[in-house]
């Protein structure tokens, strides 16, 4: 699952996707879902961590295209995405452990939910 939160909405999630790999295509579709919801603002700060899917020439593109400034953590750093770190704990705890699906589509809903 690749989500996009909105720090200025107090964490509010503005774009998300899932798939089976966390890949480019991924990230890419979040961050067009939450471009799309905030009706394609311009130089805003995009922050994440130094994933290779956040480093792909293809989510990179987007910034070029869509007049964003890139911002990324500092290797090793896991302070620098504390805000994401801590909206997936609070994710995790709430909605997925001690679950047991059977299916990728069984998770799907009840993450979507």
């Known amino acids: 699952m690749a989500v996009v939160l909105e720090l200025y ?4 999630v503005i774009g998300w996707a899932t798939g089976e790999r ?6 890419c579709d979040a961050l067009i ?4 919801r905030r009706h394609l603002p311009k130089g805003v700060i995009v922050h994440s961590d130094r994933g290779s899917q956040y480093c792909s020439a293809a989510y990179q593109k987007l910034f070029t295209q869509h007049q964003l400034v ?5 290797k090793g750093d896991c302070y620098d995405y504390a805000a994401m770190e801590s909206w997936s704990h609070s994710f995790k705890v709430e909605a997925v452990h001690g679950e047991h699906f059977l299916t990728r589509s069984q998770a799907k809903y009840q993450v979507f939910e």
């Open 33 to 36: 879902m939450a471009l799309w």
């Open 9 to 12: 909405s107090r964490r509010r």
């Open 70 to 74: 890139c911002s990324m953590s500092k």
């Open 22 to 27: 966390m890949t480019a295509a991924l990230v």
